[in-house]
């Protein structure tokens, strides 16, 4: 019997497409996946954290909008309400023009008892009006059932503060905040100036808290105290103070000389502060005559602004004080 060991076997037929290999696999990876998404889009940018953070602070301001719109208080177009029984007896003995008070249930002690009489003499109308309205009107829940209506806060300017520091035979210790947005900081920031004898603080007029409600209620008082100079460029500013004699000293963690080591303590001077995590910024950082550090544990990686003004201004005003005493 005849064998097939001799005969020819089929070629295999090849299969269409890509042979198994790179090509084959990374067909998918070379598609293309359309444009890059913008930074503000990407989770793990900068960028994107600030849009949270921007769409936050809008919800947060709607909010408030929506509550004081379902109060009967009704504040005039560029006045303040001040709220709380300190930072509303402060305002009135400091002499602020009163418009209206509000009173919210028993509210009356010596403090504000005073406020009537003051509000009476002035011929301010006095108002009966709920807590709630209180609350919502102020976007306060600790308003201490007192309330005031102020005008707008009236700006100095930088020279100002050096005409003050002059009338009052002072050194000027002047507070710059650059780009110090939380209104929060501004409070503790003048509450700090008053407490050690700053001639005022300085902002600008983009990127930073104004003078509003919530500072007068976070100075506790201080606001009527300590004078707040705006001006439309920081950084001029900044050189006309130099100018004008004063040395510019800039905090930073990272700065060349050490706050316990500072020697211009007892000359003019003008500390500034930047913006938390931000710092300060170039042009400012540029301006200054020298950058100082406080020194703080390993453990921390910086100091909230206003924490780090007030134990700047306590060095400074301790200083001065053993320069005066020697």
């Given at each position: 019997?005849?064998?097939?060991?001799?005969?020819?076997?089929?070629?295999?037929?090849?299969?269409?497409?890509?042979?198994?290999?790179?090509?084959?696999?990374?067909?998918?990876?070379?598609?293309?996946?359309?444009?890059?998404?913008?930074?503000?889009?990407?989770?793990?940018?900068?960028?994107?954290?600030?849009?949270v953070a921007k769409?936050?602070?809008?919800?947060?301001?709607?909010?408030?909008?929506?509550?004081?719109?379902r109060t009967s208080?009704?504040?005039?177009?560029?006045?303040?309400?001040?709220?709380?029984?300190?930072?509303?007896?402060?305002?009135?003995?400091?002499?602020?023009?009163?418009?209206?008070?509000?009173?919210?249930?028993?509210?009356?002690?010596?403090?504000?008892?005073?406020?009537?009489?003051?509000?009476?003499?002035?011929?301010?109308?006095?108002?009966?009006?709920?807590?709630?309205?209180?609350?919502?009107?102020?976007?306060?829940?600790?308003?201490?059932?007192?309330?005031?209506?102020?005008?707008?806060?009236?700006y100095y300017c930088?020279?100002?503060?050096?005409?003050?520091?002059?009338?009052?035979?002072?050194?000027?210790?002047?507070?710059?905040?650059?780009?110090?947005?939380?209104?929060?900081?501004?409070?503790?920031?003048?509450?700090?100036?008053?407490?050690?004898?700053?001639?005022?603080?300085?902002?600008?007029?983009?990127?930073?808290?104004?003078?509003?409600?919530?500072?007068?209620?976070?100075?506790?008082?201080?606001?009527?105290?300590?004078?707040?100079?705006?001006?439309?460029?920081?950084?001029?500013?900044?050189?006309?103070?130099?100018?004008?004699?004063?040395?510019?000293?800039?905090?930073?963690?990272?700065?060349?000389?050490?706050?316990?080591?500072?020697?211009?303590?007892?000359?003019?001077?003008?500390?500034?502060?930047?913006?938390?995590?931000?710092?300060?910024?170039?042009?400012?950082?540029?301006?200054?005559?020298?950058?100082?550090?406080?020194?703080?544990?390993?453990?921390?990686?910086?100091?909230?602004?206003?924490?780090?003004?007030?134990?700047?201004?306590?060095?400074?005003?301790?200083?001065?004080?053993?320069?005066?005493?020697?």
């Amino acid at each position: 019997m005849a064998g097939n060991d001799g005969a020819r076997r089929p070629t295999p037929k090849r299969k269409k497409g890509p042979l198994k290999g790179t090509g084959g696999h990374s067909r998918r990876a070379l598609r293309p996946k359309g444009p890059t998404p913008k930074a503000e889009d990407r989770v793990y940018h900068v960028a994107h954290k600030r849009k949270v953070a921007k769409e936050i602070a809008e919800k947060k301001k709607a909010q408030a909008d929506a509550y004081r719109n379902r109060t009967s208080i009704k504040i005039s177009a560029g006045n303040e309400l001040i709220v709380g029984r300190n930072a509303v007896f402060e305002a009135v003995d400091a002499g602020i023009e009163i418009v209206r008070v509000f009173l919210a249930g028993n509210a009356l002690d010596e403090r504000i008892g005073k406020v009537i009489r003051t509000a009476t003499a002035l011929g301010a109308p006095i108002l009966e009006v709920s807590k709630l309205d209180l609350e919502n009107a102020s976007g306060e829940a600790a308003h201490q059932s007192v309330g005031i209506e102020v005008p707008g806060y009236e700006y100095y300017c930088a020279q100002d503060l050096l005409d003050r520091a002059a009338e009052n035979h002072e050194i000027p210790l002047i507070v710059a905040l650059d780009q110090v947005t939380d209104p929060h900081n501004l409070g503790a920031v003048m509450r700090s100036g008053a407490a050690f004898g700053a001639t005022g603080v300085l902002i600008s007029e983009r990127r930073s808290a104004s003078v509003n409600a919530t500072v007068w209620k976070v100075s506790a008082g201080a606001a009527a105290q300590v004078p707040v100079a705006k001006e439309t460029n920081l950084v001029r500013a900044l050189k006309e103070l130099k100018e004008a004699g004063c040395f510019i000293v800039g905090l930073d963690g990272n700065g060349d000389v050490s706050l316990r080591s500072l020697e211009l303590a007892t000359a003019p001077l003008v500390i500034v502060t930047g913006a938390e995590g931000k710092g300060l910024s170039r042009l400012v950082r540029e301006t200054c005559d020298q950058i100082v550090s406080i020194p703080i544990s390993a453990k921390m990686e910086s100091l909230n602004a206003a924490v780090a003004t007030g134990i700047t201004l306590y060095e400074v005003a301790s200083k001065r004080a053993e320069a005066l005493r020697a």
